[in-house]
């Protein structure tokens, strides 16, 4: 007889989906899944046993809905950095003795970019910009923290990337050259977000960008294979920062500008912050406590941040390609041996589509925008007659849209993605295109460019480039 396993999942969007999803395709166990959610995303709801809509995703309310099935419920798995940030692994674990996979709040780095950079500056001081670190009550008017900025704009020659010490779902960092060209413009986001807590000023590092992702059970550290995301909201990296457009995988573990040294720098950079970090049989840092921006720069690479949850979409990326029972490497995780994990050598492409209000996409563009369609259903019935035609190579998981009746609708962040599975990066983002574009209603749009020969051709380009400069 199958094991019965009751799974809680903390959801926000396509990353939590894509969780549903392969805890659902289980083999070796029949899972029930009881999903908080942050709306009634129409996939979730199909599936869960219990679906519980908790739109501040409050941590409380996730513990209290927890505690109402805590009998059935094995382990939850937490995807959203806020719950996390929040302590609901402490909470849960505390009040439910429902095991978490998700790090204690001790340990959520991703809530103060500043002590980031401070544990990386003790640790692996190398892979660190320079920066600088701006706190509120050191400047009595703003003419005093303009001059102090500035004079580090001087040290930078103005080439300067502003973070904000608290998270900004990826949304508040402005960078010189793309967000702004004159020191004027600088200061103002600067000073917008000085006015709620501390800020870093860093240098900007010129290079290429990967996500490195790791599954972890408090004494392992176990690397998944390398992916490429997309922040900025256009077409040619143009436009605002975003949660991320997409993002692709290729057939090995790295992708195509970097080197297997490459790789082997990322680990060992990754590990050396992991020993530092952990104390003994450290089961608080259970979950994904490493999922790092590195920037490959031909020399030294550097870190642009550290979040402790999985990427969305570079999670999404990996999910369907398991070759291990998801279930099984969560036990693992609990248990503390987990000491690989095996993917399927394939190439995957994750496209997000989004609504016009995402990205700033209305005010660039308002003659590409089908006012018609704006706030109507979302159809994504011939996106999932394709499986018919691609079997588990194509995969559709809403994100930020909800089930009112028979009919779904966008919300206000990204909407659904399509993820692509084939031998080829180039075959693999056909099917996830192909997918997009069969999805219809809601005046949504989606960048053209993810993964496309083109952009990585001059991704190998420059690091060759890069790379000559040593």
């Not at 996500?211 to 550290?221: I, M, N, V």
């Amino acid at each position: 007889m199958v094991e019965k396993v009751g799974v809680l999942v903390v959801s926000y969007g396509a990353r939590e989906t894509a969780m549903v999803d392969a805890f659902t395709r289980s083999t070796n166990y029949q899972v029930e899944v009881y999903v908080a959610d942050k709306q009634r995303n129409p996939f979730n709801v199909k599936k869960a046993t219990q679906h519980v809509v908790i739109s501040d995703l409050n941590v409380e309310d996730i513990c209290k809905f927890a505690e109402a099935h805590k009998d059935k419920i094995d382990f939850g798995i937490v995807g959203p950095e806020k719950p996390i940030i929040e302590g609901i692994r402490d909470l849960v674990e505390k009040s439910t003795g429902i095991p978490m996979i998700c790090p204690t709040k001790e340990y959520a780095i991703e809530a103060s970019k500043v002590q980031q950079r401070l544990l990386f500056q003790e640790t692996v001081p190398e892979v660190n910009p320079r920066f600088k670190i701006f706190k509120p009550e050191d400047y009595k008017t703003m003419e005093d923290a303009k001059k102090a900025l500035y004079k580090w704009l001087d040290e930078l020659n103005n080439l300067a990337v502003v973070k904000p010490d608290k998270p900004a779902a990826g949304k508040g960092v402005g960078v010189w050259g793309d967000h702004f060209t004159t020191r004027e413009q600088l200061f103002e986001h600067f000073w917008e977000n000085l006015k709620h807590g501390a800020v870093i000023v860093e240098e900007k590092v010129e290079g290429e960008e990967s996500s490195f992702q790791a599954f972890c059970d408090g004494k392992h550290l176990v690397p998944l294979p390398e992916t490429r995301d997309y922040k900025r909201a256009f077409d040619g990296d143009k436009g605002p920062n975003t949660g991320g457009m997409g993002s692709y995988k290729d057939v090995g573990d790295t992708l195509p500008f970097m080197t297997p040294a490459d790789r082997e720098k990322e680990i060992a950079i990754v590990n050396r912050i992991f020993e530092k970090w952990k104390t003994g049989d450290n089961q608080a840092l259970r979950g994904m406590p490493f999922y790092v921006a590195f920037m490959h720069t031909g020399k030294q690479p550097k870190i642009l941040e550290n979040n402790s949850r999985p990427g969305d979409p570079e999670i999404i990326n990996i999910l369907p390609i398991l070759k291990d029972d998801f279930i099984d490497v969560c036990f693992k995780i609990l248990e503390g041996n987990l000491t690989r994990i095996e993917v399927e050598r394939k190439a995957t492409v994750v496209t997000y589509k989004v609504p016009p209000s995402y990205g700033g996409f209305e005010e660039a563009f308002p003659e590409r925008v089908n006012r018609a369609e704006v706030g109507a259903p979302v159809d994504l019935t011939k996106a999932y007659d394709l499986s018919k035609k691609y079997g588990d190579r194509i995969r559709i998981y809403p994100a930020s849209m909800e089930l009112r009746g028979n009919e779904v609708y966008a919300l206000k962040s990204r909407a659904v993605c399509v993820v692509g599975i084939d031998n080829h990066i180039e075959a693999a983002r056909n099917i996830s295109l192909e997918g997009i574009n069969a999805i219809k209603g809601g005046a949504l749009w989606h960048r053209t460019d993810i993964a496309s020969k083109q952009h990585i051709e001059k991704s190998i380009r420059h690091m060759e480039e890069l790379r000559k400069r040593k």
